[in-house]
């Protein structure tokens, strides 16, 4: 059993940062389409980046809950703690690296995101192999968690807020790039 959710979590990893490489530029690939926009980078803000984790991870936790929901009844809060771990350090690794150093670079940039993908799917595992608790409250909580992250990913998509989290470094607009 150890080893079946062992490699379901590697192949959310791997799913996560395959679909998500491929998300940064499918904005732009398409034209700039809305549909695209709601799950695409559309600019390089860190918010965006965030959401180029986020949402592989929600596509691939929709098919795990499948196939592993009656061997884990703690699935769903234990995929929102693992996604809010991964969110929280995109932020918090990017912000360190480049407020001690002064600039970034692309290959660090890359690096933590596949460390957030990585801390998602090992906080993941570590809850669903102990088998935390996973009470039918828990599990709507984990629920509502990663639902209410999917509305927020898509709102501040098309209305962000005038923060720098949100602010595209290069342009220093917010949101979509106006053409």
Not at 58 to 80: E, K, T
Not at 140 to 169: H, M, S
Request: glycine share 8%.
């Amino acid at each position: 059993m150890k080893k079946r959710l062992l490699l379901w979590e590697a192949a959310g990893f791997l799913f996560t940062a395959a679909v998500g490489a491929l998300l940064h530029f499918t904005y732009d690939w398409s034209g700039g389409t809305v549909l695209a926009a709601a799950f695409s980078a559309v600019n390089e803000s860190t918010w965006e980046h965030m959401k180029l984790l986020f949402f592989p991870v929600f596509f691939f936790s929709v098919i795990q809950v499948c196939f592993l929901g009656r061997n884990y009844p703690n699935v769903l809060s234990a995929r929102a703690a693992g996604t809010l771990a991964g969110l929280v350090l995109i932020p918090t690794l990017f912000y360190t690296y480049t407020g001690v150093f002064g600039r970034h670079w692309l290959w660090a940039d890359i690096a933590v995101f596949l460390i957030a993908a990585a801390a998602v799917y090992a906080v993941d595992f570590l809850l669903l192999e102990r088998r935390c608790p996973g009470g039918l409250w828990r599990q709507v909580a984990g629920l509502l968690v990663l639902w209410l992250l999917a509305f927020l990913f898509i709102c501040f998509t098309f209305r962000p807020p005038q923060l720098p989290l949100w602010q595209d470094p290069v342009t220093g607009l917010y949101g979509i790039p106006v053409s």
